[in-house]
């Protein structure tokens, strides 16, 4: 564990669904409670983004545990920023997607980061196909597949083949979870001869019909290659935020805390999603 924390990965995240309870049962009965403590959520971060996007933003991880659900004929426009302040590395990414019908969809994507050695720099262009198989009007769970290609720029960094299987279940009308489980293949410049695996996870719970308070999980494997040892890996736990700006715009802010020795201390990530 990091020097100065004696935690558990079970017992850091019994203290945030602990707090996401408490706070979303005093906010049920106290609407100026709520709206304080959402314009906090809301405003801290986007200040924070809008405010030192300039000469910050340069995050490692831009990622969601995503989710299994397509709906024929959506489209959208997002936008994400993740931060690493540790190495004042920033990241921005763009992606449009677009479903062609209740079972499959389309999406392209493209990233840059800058550090405090670089500016802007072009990382990586993705495509990536989703399909769902399970919705839950007929199973227990909704449930989809996601194949990713991921090219990289230059000659120093490789490039990947991926699968990912999603799985979302609402337990009732405010609680639902999330799984992701992703397995990959790089090739090229600099690539590992293994097979890469990752994890993800997500609980929330919904506040009103417009924000949701939860956590999430992400734990890089490493490869088939070598594990290693949990310290080794990259775990990452934290808080998150998911609100709807308007009947178009919705949004998505979240801190990433490393509790394993390699993963990075904290991240920031800041999401807008526009439904075209």
């Known amino acids: 564990m990091r020097p100065g924390f004696d935690l558990s990965v079970g017992t850091v995240c019994f203290n945030c669904l602990a707090g996401i309870l408490c706070c979303s049962e005093q906010l049920r009965f106290n609407q100026t409670t709520l709206i304080m403590k959402l314009r906090h959520l809301v405003t801290i971060p986007l200040f924070f983004a809008a405010g030192t996007l300039p000469s910050l933003l340069s995050g490692q991880n831009t990622s969601t545990v995503f989710s299994p659900d397509v709906k024929a004929g959506s489209q959208a426009l997002e936008f994400r920023?993740?931060?690493?302040?540790?190495?004042?590395?920033?990241?921005?990414?763009?992606?449009?997607?677009?479903?062609?019908?209740d079972a499959f969809r389309l999406r392209g994507i493209v990233l840059y980061r800058s550090d405090e050695t670089e500016d802007w720099d072009y990382r990586y262009y993705r495509l990536e196909a989703q399909y769902q198989f399970l919705e839950d009007d007929t199973a227990p769970f909704d449930s989809a597949l996601r194949f990713e290609f991921q090219y990289a720029d230059g000659d120093d960094r490789p490039s990947r083949v991926r699968l990912a299987w999603t799985s979302k279940m609402d337990l009732n009308e405010d609680w639902q979870i999330r799984k992701n489980i992703l397995t990959g293949h790089q090739f090229g410049p600099e690539s590992t001869g293994g097979y890469l695996l990752e994890t993800r996870a997500q609980v929330t719970r919904k506040l009103n019909d417009r924000f949701k308070l939860g956590v999430d999980y992400y734990g890089d494997l490493n490869d088939t290659n070598d594990f290693g040892s949990f310290d080794e890996q990259e775990h990452q736990l934290g808080p998150i935020l998911k609100f709807d700006a308007t009947d178009r715009l919705s949004g998505f802010a979240g801190v990433l805390y490393g509790i394993s020795d390699s993963a990075a201390d904290v991240e920031y990530r800041l999401i807008l999603t526009y439904d075209i």
């Not at 920023?81 to 019908?101: I, T």
């Open 81 to 101: 920023f993740g931060y690493d302040p540790d190495a004042d590395s920033l990241a921005k990414r763009l992606h449009y997607q677009y479903a062609f019908n």
